[in-house]
């Protein structure tokens, strides 16, 4: 069900969302969170509240929609309550500010963040230049950015470093979760050997590839150098290389000397996974600061042409 509230006030939210709740379509008390999503003028909404609405599934919240349209305009509040289908397992409040109203988001939301629940943040498009000073992101105990949408991926990595608080996280991040497990669980393999040097190839312009580089660079401490090529990574150990790559059918394979090869079915992960993943912990994510860390201390190799 959607509810459709044109040039309203949150008083009359609010009391929209008593009666639906009365009525017995929604009920806050199953709640575990709240979720802020921001946009700007242009940034479309619908995907992420889709996106929402499927991790919601896993952590039922409150979602609130904070989509900031012409400030030159004259104030106007726009509203929509979404509920049942249209909101998976959360409700949804979309809230489009116009005029001055649109740069006090902060106090327009706060009315309808549920109580006694943590909040996080999210920016699936354009995220402040500092999310923890951001009015948005202080309401938040976790922040959530997407460096994918950066037009300079390296830069956003450096501004995300720049300006990291603990609470701060990226969907990026979440992206090579899987990755880093194959690559941890290889390493507990025989033969036990320390790494040396590392590489990791991938398509220019990727912020999880960065990010897996910086990874490996801040927790073994060795030299890895980002190269632009076929999704690869690759760890000279004493005991010869292990090697991560992708085969056929998005398969992973782990090569590692004097055994046969090992394939891992790893499905892509798309933007849904990743925000429930982060949904999980709410707590700072530390190895994400180190990975930051490591990024800044990449050696960039030119692109390499492969056969």
Known sequence: ???????????????ELIKIRDAGGAFTSGRVLTLLVCSDEGEPTEGAIDAANEASREHPCRVIVVSCGDRRMKSRLDAQIRVGGDAGASEVVVLHLYGELANHGESVVIPFMLPD?????????????????D???????????DTNKASDVPAALAER????????????????????ALLTSALDQPPHSAAVSAEVEGPAGSPAVDLLAGW??????VPVTRSVGSFKVTLEREAGPLVLCVGMSNQAIIS???????????????????????LRRLDPDEIYHLALQG?????????????
């Open 1 to 15: 069900m959607i509810v459709e509230l044109p040039d309203t006030s949150t008083t009359a939210i609010s009391k």
């Open 117 to 133: 629940t943590p909040v996080v943040t999210w920016w699936p498009g354009r995220p402040p230049e500092n999310p923890a000073a």
């Open 161 to 180: 470093l720049r300006t990291y608080s603990p609470g701060d996280s990226d969907i990026a991040w979440s992206q090579i979760t899987p990755w880093r």
């Open 135 to 145: 009015p948005m992101g202080q309401l938040g105990r976790r922040r959530i950015t």
């Open 256 to 278: 590692i000397p004097g055994k046969p090869d090992g394939k891992v079915a790893l499905p892509g992960r798309d933007i849904r996974d990743c925000l429930a993943e982060e």
């Open 216 to 221: 490996l660079h801040a927790v073994l401490k």
């Open 295 to 307: 990024v800044d201390g990449l050696t960039r190799a030119k692109d390499k042409v492969h056969a």
